[in-house]
């Protein structure tokens, strides 16, 4: 399903025209505790975004921001149960790469995530690291080509499930490199188990769930999936040096119901920058692997959007099937 871009922003901008008056809604807000609905569980990276973002806003902002785990079905219950709460910026959702993904797929949902949900303020993204089990004979991006194409359909590749960023950003790969591998979904954490078991030879892991395998010696690093090499692994190059164009990362950020007023996403936008500036804040951040995101509404706005078309593309020509 292709958004075109424009459309993606008109239908922002509508969802964030205000409800209240400007001045009084801006400054009451927020009047209550405010509740982070993520939808993968604690300990992953979107409850860990969840907590900190929310424990530094709580601080800026005088209310308490309560964590709400609404995990299951790759987080379409979370943003489900935003997308249908009051649009008073008292309910946020944490966004992630994969309502992107989900959004590509055309999904038939409760809810349109473009329609309902208002970008606020992008957080953070994190590479994707492409690692192989030990037994591979391969210790760089090229080698591994070779020895994939020595054994077509032979060398199995992980995934935390069809359609998921592990996924596309392994498909990705393929289509980029020529290779051909044989996909092999998990449930989710279950794929860095599967690896680490050489159970499949190769697995797209987001870098902060692998640093720990990737330093003990259980899995290799070929390389980062970002631009640039990630601070967290430097000695690792990033996949476009083999692969000229190739960029992928799993990023997340802040949205808020359909009509949530203007001026509280605005307010929610800049302190979130301004926490994203702090270099305490930064420091906890570039812990788990990853870069900050500063922008405005309409940046994150349009980062998703762009997301939405490239992962339409790879779905469409890997042909990829949701299950």
Do not use: C
């Not at 020529?178 to 979904?185: A, E, R």
């Amino acid at each position: 399903m292709k958004l075109p871009r424009r459309r993606l922003l008109s239908v922002a901008a509508a969802g964030a025209l205000p409800l209240l008056p400007r001045r009084v809604t801006a400054q009451a807000y927020p009047s209550r505790p405010v509740h982070v609905v993520e939808g993968f569980g604690a300990g992953g990276a979107p409850d860990i975004i969840a907590r900190l973002s929310g424990e530094w806003l709580g601080e800026r902002l005088g209310r308490p921001f309560i964590i709400e785990n609404r995990s299951g079905a790759a987080g379409k219950i979370a943003t489900e149960l935003v997308a249908r709460s009051a649009p008073d910026g008292h309910t946020l959702l944490v966004i992630t790469a994969v309502n992107a993904i989900d959004t590509a797929f055309g999904y038939k949902l409760g809810y349109d995530f473009v329609r309902d949900i208002v970008p606020v303020a992008s957080i953070y993204d994190v590479p994707y690291v492409m690692e192989v089990h030990p037994s591979v004979p391969a210790n760089t991006v090229a080698e591994f080509v070779a020895f994939a194409k020595a054994n077509p359909g032979k060398v199995n590749m992980g995934s935390a499930g069809t359609g998921t960023g592990t996924h596309v950003t392994a498909e990705l790969f393929k289509m980029m490199s020529g290779v051909d591998l044989y996909h092999v979904p998990y449930r989710g954490a279950q794929a860095i188990q599967g690896i680490v078991a050489g159970q499949v030879q190769v697995y797209f892991g987001v870098v902060s769930s692998s640093l720990g395998h990737i330093k003990g010696g259980r899995l290799r690093a070929l390389a980062v999936t970002t631009a640039n090499r990630s601070p967290a692994l430097p000695e690792v190059p990033a996949l476009n040096e083999f692969l000229p164009g190739y960029e992928a990362s799993s990023w997340y950020g802040l949205g808020a119901p359909r009509g949530t007023p203007t001026e509280i996403v605005g307010k929610l936008n800049r302190e979130v920058n301004a926490i994203l500036a702090d270099p305490k804040a930064l420091a906890r951040l570039e812990d788990q692997g990853g870069r900050v995101l500063p922008g405005s509404p309409t940046d994150f706005t349009q980062l998703i959007g762009a997301e939405i078309e490239k992962w339409g593309k790879v779905i469409r020509t890997a042909n990829i099937r949701p299950e």
